[in-house]
């Protein structure tokens, strides 16, 4: 969440903005779009550098305007008939090369990660030119860096049946879990309750409210068995981001390391 880096809008410089959105919101909502980049391409900005470079800054154009359409049918009221253009989305920006990008990631093809986010709203008249400027940052610094929407993680749940469930019992107890916990199978002509999957169950201990089973089953969880969910916006995939996390961790370790060996002892 913290401390892996992204590339995020940092600055956004507005030449012209005629839509009913203040420069200040736009420039907020523009930053917040993640943007698919390779951090791991580029360098930190140096604060106070006022001229971005190749090696630190993705530049993005943004330049629109709404009009009328003059094939509308005079009845109609629907906007996306009446106008072009007049939903300003995140599939309108477009990746301006800052000095030999263009040679330095030839495949990259830098754009945001979803081309349906709604930005803004136009009216015939009104448009919106602006250029802005993409740097490496951490979720530390700003929301706009966290590279994940949620990160989490819980033990293993660990359900034993105590004696063989049956019939309807069986179907009462598939019921209490989540699809996919508990299967029924049929055994000699009689519906058999089996665990088909204990990690999928949420805990919901909803077996507990129902006196004929709640003493059939036994609800656990394995201590040293953790599933950990990370759901990441899209800038990089969960692995990628669970594998550089670890490096995070891992320097920070071995810096603490360095400090102690540093420390002259008594």
């Known amino acids: 969440l913290p401390e892996v880096p992204t590339m995020a809008v940092e600055k956004v410089f507005v030449y012209n903005n005629t839509s009913i959105v203040q420069d200040e ?3 907020h909502r523009l ?18 550098d006022e001229e971005g470079t190749e090696i630190d800054t993705l530049q993005f154009q943004l330049k629109i305007k709404c009009s009328r ?5 005079k009845e109609s009221s629907d906007p996306n008939e009446l106008y072009f253009n007049h939903k300003v989305y995140s599939k309108h920006m477009t990746w301006v090369p800052l000095g030999n990008q263009t040679d330095l990631f030839p495949d990259a093809g830098f754009r945001p990660v979803h081309d349906d986010i709604l930005i803004a709203l136009l009216r015939p008249g009104q448009e919106i030119d602006v250029l802005m400027h993409c740097v490496k940052g951490i979720g530390k610094d700003h929301a706009k860096f966290s590279p994940v929407a949620t990160a989490s993680y819980r033990l293993l749940p660990d359900i034993t049946l105590l004696q063989p469930v049956e019939d309807e019992a069986a179907e009462m107890l598939q019921k209490c879990f989540s699809p996919g916990v508990i299967e029924i199978q049929n055994i000699k002509g009689k519906k058999v309750a089996r665990v088909a999957n204990a990690r999928l169950d949420t805990f919901s201990r909803e077996v507990f409210r129902h006196e004929g089973l709640k003493n059939l089953v036994r609800l656990a969880r394995v201590r040293n068995h953790y599933i950990f969910s990370v759901e990441s916006t899209g ?6 981001l669970v594998s550089e996390a670890i490096k995070i961790l891992m320097g920070k370790c071995q810096r603490f390391l360095n400090e102690l060996d540093s420390v002259p002892m008594d």
Not at 31 to 48: K, M, S, T, V
Not at 235 to 240: A, K, M, Q, R, S
């Open 235 to 240: 800038i990089l995939p969960p692995d990628v």
């Open 25 to 27: 919101i736009l420039a």
């Open 69 to 73: 359409n003059p094939q509308a049918a």
């Open 31 to 48: 930053g917040l779009i993640p943007i698919r980049a390779d951090p791991r391409l580029f360098e930190y900005r140096n604060q106070g």
